[in-house]
């Protein structure tokens, strides 16, 4: 994940990616570090070279664009997380929607704004946990992938794979959740995960684990599509 | 602690995780269904706002501790001898240079109950108070190696992948 955008990954803040740490600690694999440049590109923005922190300062001034240009970089970051975290495209879209509008009244709480994407997780990643509790088991997974079929051109194998996938993930506790996709989904490493979610690394090592564990033994009969 | 050298994920776990990656597309309106909020609602994001909601909401917690502590010590002056846990021993006899016992009790954190070595070889152990209830769990050998309880039974679904025992409190 690139949350910092003129670095590779949170952690880069305190040093190059992976400095001084192991390898196992360092995100498994980078994200497509092409998504954010390729979605303000995509919407025409003509502040595509502005820092975070420049666009923070302005937004804290009232400019309603340079937010706007915040939201169009981290929308799909956002919704892709709430969307595996919550298992419903409408609760993902309220969950993305309430975390950019409580990040705007906060941000003069924002003390790195050239880390805003990290802060504007953390804001997410709480969202996500409340609205755990109040949705419970109701999740729609299943449906809202369906009703790609027609959008995204895909066979019925990869649907197929894909349900599975959402399936098996649902069943994980929601920390273990967490703690997957924060690590292999959005890339961050540990020292990053525990920033964000308050929770200790040897714990998060072991909710990883354990959530991999259990996907895999989910999903140990089902061939990709 | 490690609890694996290395976490890189296998074949399976790939796949998974490409299809995880994959980009979700969000309503296109939904940026301009957040401006409008700001908009009717204009809360200037200006410094002061979010510091006087943490004063509060600081005050507010404190008084809330406050109230709780002596709740809490009214309780424990009428009821002294609760008697709501039990004292529990776990013991597990491997050659290991570590054992931690992970379960629903400590929420499976790896650092949270390690087991000492006995005057026995081999023989480790731990002392717990638990409520009374069911717990599953799975000591943890070396970090890597998951090895049930001998002296408990098997949970019927192993928990993620790990063999699991169940222990009841009572």
New interface residues.
């Given amino acids: 994940m690139q949350f910092d955008r003129r670095k590779s990954s949170l952690s880069s803040v305190d040093g190059p990616p992976g400095e001084g740490r192991r ?2 600690d360092r995100p ?1 694999s980078p ?2 570090t092409s ?1 954010l440049s390729h979605v303000a590109r995509a919407s025409g923005l003509s502040t595509v070279s502005e820092t975070d922190a420049a666009l923070v300062t302005r ?2 001034d ?1 400019d ?1 664009g340079a ?2 240009t915040l ?2 970089r981290y ?2 970051t956002l ?2 997380y709430a ?2 975290m919550l298992g419903s495209r409408e609760d ?2 309220e969950a ?2 309430d975390s ?2 409580r990040a ?6 924002c003390r790195q704004p050239e880390r805003f994407g990290a802060w504007l997780f953390t804001i997410m990643v709480n969202r996500c946990r409340t609205a755990q509790r109040r949705l419970f088991h109701r999740r729609r997974h299943t449906e809202d992938l369906r009703d790609d079929v027609a ?1 995204t051109g895909d066979t019925s194998a990869s649907i197929e ?2 349900e599975e ?1 959402a399936r ?2 649902a069943e994980l506790r929601p920390h ?1 959740r967490e703690a997957f ?1 924060l ?3 959005e890339g961050l490493d540990y020292a990053e995960m525990a920033r964000l979610t308050g929770a ?1 690394e ?2 998060l ?13 989910l ?2 009969d089902v061939h ?1 599509g | ?10 074949g ?2 790939e ?3 490409a ?9 296109p309106a ?2 301009q ?3 409008e ?3 009717r609602d ?10 006087r909601a ?1 004063r509060f909401r600081a005050r507010w917690i404190a008084g809330v501790a406050t109230g709780a502590l002596a709740a809490g010590l009214l309780v424990a002056v009428l009821r002294p001898e609760p008697g709501t846990t039990r004292p529990i021993e776990l013991r597990l006899s491997a050659p290991a240079s570590q054992v931690v016992v ?1 379960g629903d009790f400590n ?5 949270a109950t390690p087991l000492r070595p006995g005057n026995e070889g081999g023989t480790w152990r731990v002392e717990l108070r638990l409520p009374p209830g069911r717990y599953r769990y799975t000591f943890l050998v070396d970090g890597r190696r998951w090895v049930p309880d001998p002296a408990e039974p098997r949970a019927a679904d192993d ?4 063999p699991t025992s169940v222990l009841t409190v009572s």
């Fill in positions: 390898a196992a498994p994200m497509p998504s937004a804290r009232g309603l937010f706007a939201m169009s929308r799909d919704g892709r969307f595996h993902a879209e993305v929607q950019f509008v705007h009244r906060a941000l003069a709480d959008a794979w894909r996938i098996a993930l273990y996709l690590r292999y989904v200790r040897p714990t090592r072991m909710r990883v684990k354990r959530a991999g564990d259990r996907l895999r033994l999903l140990r990709a | 602690m490690r609890v694996d050298p290395d976490d890189a994920p296998d399976t776990l796949r998974v995780i299809e995880l990656r994959r980009p979700m597309r969000l309503d939904l940026d269904r957040v401006l909020v700001l908009r204009p809360i200037a994001p200006g410094p002061g706002i979010d510091s943490r992970v929420d499976w954190d790896p650092d928990d993620f992948g790990a």
